[in-house]
């Protein structure tokens, strides 16, 4: 199906929508024993794949089709033999054989199957054929509870709201690639999505959705500023709006791309802060070999004194930036860092994805990659790092990290502190292991899932959870 097609089924319409008529849609813990009301014993489906693989635990699955797959053919063997069966709302007996078409992308196919008074109602969420295909390895019974959002890379690229297993609730289909979906204090959702300008130059739109997910504008910078960045956007308490951009420029006849932080009223859609990195990010502090875009920034938090912490890559810094003049407030990390840091591993590292935590501490995804000739050899170390910052003293104490020994991300990755205490790792661009990983405080594997690609497994910029 063409991004075209797939974007008026799902990117207009989520399919939270869609499905409604096909149940509930909820999901039950997967500890949870439901021997009262366990009616199915096996599906079996041809002309695509139900994912995951069925369980009595699970209500709703992905339903995958085959690539040129126009027809279904489903079984369902019930438990007791005499059970009432409905397929799409036709009858089937147990075991047999029912043909369909294949449903349209967003639409769900319900199974249903009666015994007395017992009822159990299962979802097959049909998506298009080269949605990516989720493998949780690990899920406990003290997973955090919400659903998971994440941008899919590759080819195409989907913005994807779904369940712990990826079966979704909303799917949008990119036309050229989409960006680090995320949810705001708001209610609103907004991700990235890519295209090419009147000057063929790339930038995106901002996506933002409502609370039911309904596509409810597309934002930029505010002029004097032509590009609007995927890496970051924020919705600040008081409705405005934060972006970041790599805004090009030609001096002394070399290119640049500055870093820039834009806030824009949302109400008149003008500029009410900018912050640029040009002439503040020293160009003997770049850590990459990449010049052109020197300072790289990845990420902007408002911090609880309203100012902003913000990455940047390619110095390997996480700097205070203040709102009111502009000024770099502190340095963490890099050649100039500012800070006594203790940690065994020197500081942060290409890093992504800083906040500050209620406890007042700061966690960010730290790559392990771009580290200053100080620093001690990472060894391909990725990892989730909190800090204890004290910003009149400069003293910054590592007091917790989560590492995978194997597992090294490149590029993106994130690290979300969520409401039951749990850290919710992405491990961006890494190709060696989970996509994502949920640990408890001690540090236990609680959630874990890989993102197949086809045969290879792909991470999302960011994984979160709400």
């Known amino acids: 199906m063409s991004s075209d097609v797939f974007r008026s089924l799902v990117g207009a319409l989520p399919l939270s929508v869609l499905v409604a008529c096909g149940g509930s849609g909820s999901e039950r813990p997967i500890d949870t024993t439901l021997v009262d009301t366990e009616l199915v014993e096996s599906i079996d489906i041809g002309g695509a794949r139900m994912v995951p693989d069925y369980s009595d635990s699970i209500d709703r699955y992905s339903l995958i089709p085959d690539s040129a797959a126009t027809e279904l053919s489903i079984s369902v063997t019930a438990a007791d033999p005499t059970a009432e069966i409905l397929i799409g709302g036709s009858v089937a007996a147990s075991a047999e054989v029912a043909a369909l078409a294949l449903p349209a992308d967003g639409q769900t196919l319900a199974v249903e199957v009666r015994h007395g008074a017992q009822q159990q109602v299962i979802e097959l969420v049909s998506v298009p054929a080269n949605y990516p295909r989720f493998e949780v390895t690990t899920r406990l019974a003290d997973t955090a509870s919400g ?24 799917v949008y289909q990119a036309p050229l690639r989409t960006g680090t979906f995320m949810r705001h204090s708001n209610g609103y959702s907004s991700f990235a999505d890519r295209f090419i300008n009147e000057f063929g130059l790339e930038t995106n739109d901002r996506v933002i959705l409502d609370e039911s997910l309904q ?30 951009a790599y805004e090009p420029t030609v001096r002394d006849s070399a290119p640049y791309a500055d870093s820039v932080i834009q806030e824009v009223d949302s109400q008149t859609g003008e500029e009410v802060f900018r912050w640029n990195s040009w002439g503040v990010i020293p ?39 203040n709102r009111d003049t502009g000024a770099v407030d502190w340095k ?66 590592l007091v917790w990290s989560y590492q995978q020994p194997g597992v090294y991300a490149r590029t993106g990755g994130s690290a979300q502190r969520l409401a039951n205490g749990n850290t919710l790792i992405g491990w961006g661009g890494n190709t060696t292991g989970p996509s994502a990983t949920e640990v408890n405080a001690a540090g236990v594997v609680v959630y874990e899932f890989k993102l197949w690609r086809g045969d290879t497994v792909r991470g999302s910029n960011r994984v979160l959870r709400y």
């Open 147 to 170: 659903d998971l959002y994440l941008s899919a890379v590759g080819e195409p690229s989907f913005s994807i709201r779904s369940d712990d297993y990826g079966v979704p609730s909303y």
């Open 215 to 244: 596509e409810i504008a597309r934002l930029q910078t505010a002029a004097p500023l032509q590009h609007t960045d995927s890496h970051d956007f924020l919705i600040r308490e008081n409705g405005n709006h934060v972006f970041l």
């Open 283 to 321: 160009l003997d502090d770049v850590l990459h070999n990449n010049r052109v875009e020197y300072a790289h920034i990845n990420s902007v938090f408002v911090d609880t004194d309203g100012h902003f912490l913000a990455s940047l890559r390619g110095t390997s810094q996480i700097v205070k930036i």
């Open 332 to 397: 963490l990390g890099g050649v100039s860092n500012e800070f006594a840091i203790d940690d065994p591993l020197g500081g942060p590292c290409g890093q992504h994805h800083v906040t500050r935590l209620a406890n007042g501490n700061i966690l960010f995804f730290d790559n392990g990659i771009f580290c200053p000739p100080d620093y001690p050899a990472r060894e391909q170390i990725s990892r989730a790092v909190e800090y204890r910052l004290n910003e009149r003293e400069k003293t910054a104490t």
